[in-house]
């Protein structure tokens, strides 16, 4: 498409392509090491922006999310060379195997299915539970606040969270466990 301008179809084709997968792509830069959320959504503005420049090179739309997070991974690796000189960085060896790890799961469909049954399992939560979560993970909410919000003390909120992060792992673990027999 070197001279021409992209139709509106590629367009709409690209926008739900990005829109379904996003979720994944996003799940593959955390699982790469990235950690907080104002990096992830810098590494993932870049992702699009490179996707869509190389779109009309995709030849199988399916292959989509991984194609994707192969572009993610060099973005990854991209912003932690531009972040090298930040204290508390891992070793590249470590950074390449999280990523490695991360991609092999997006290849499988497992971190869908992963995503997917974490949302249904945090449906599940009684009200209390699943309102704590959602406090205590939204972008520039700390412990302490949410401590200081519910009048219990940090270490409270930190078990309760404990205890609610092991419940929602054993509820993945079975429903994935349940699919796979």
């Known amino acids: 498409m070197p001279n021409e301008s992209p139709s509106p179809h590629f367009h709409e084709r690209f926008v739900r392509a990005l829109t379904r997968h996003e979720r994944v792509i996003r799940a593959y830069v955390r699982g790469a090491g990235i950690s907080r959320p104002e990096d992830v959504?810098?590494?993932?503005?870049?992702?699009?922006?490179?996707?869509?420049?190389?779109?009309?090179?995709?030849?199988?739309?399916?292959?989509?999310?991984?194609?994707?997070?192969?572009?993610?991974?060099?973005?990854?690796?991209?912003?932690?060379?531009?972040?090298?000189?930040?204290?508390?960085?891992?070793?590249?060896?470590?950074?390449?195997?999280?990523?490695?790890?991360?991609?092999?799961?997006?290849?499988?469909?497992?971190?869908?299915?992963?995503?997917?049954?974490?949302?249904?399992?945090?449906?599940?939560?009684?009200?209390?539970?699943?309102?704590?979560?959602?406090?205590?993970?939204?972008p520039g909410s700390t412990i302490d606040q949410l401590a200081t919000e519910l009048g219990k003390s940090a270490n409270t909120i930190y078990q309760q969270l404990w205890r609610i992060r092991r419940a929602l792992e054993q509820c993945v673990e079975e429903a994935l466990r349940g699919e796979t027999i």
Not at 52 to 81: G, H, T
């Open 41 to 138: 959504d810098e590494i993932m503005q870049n992702v699009s922006l490179a996707a869509w420049r190389k779109f009309d090179q995709l030849e199988n739309a399916d292959e989509f999310p991984v194609w994707a997070c192969v572009i993610a991974r060099y973005e990854v690796l991209m912003f932690r060379r531009r972040h090298a000189r930040d204290r508390l960085v891992l070793s590249e060896n470590v950074y390449e195997l999280l990523a490695e790890q991360s991609l092999e799961q997006v290849e499988s469909g497992t971190k869908e299915k992963r995503l997917n049954q974490l949302q249904q399992c945090v449906e599940k939560l009684p009200l209390a539970s699943r309102e704590l979560v959602m406090a205590a993970y939204q």
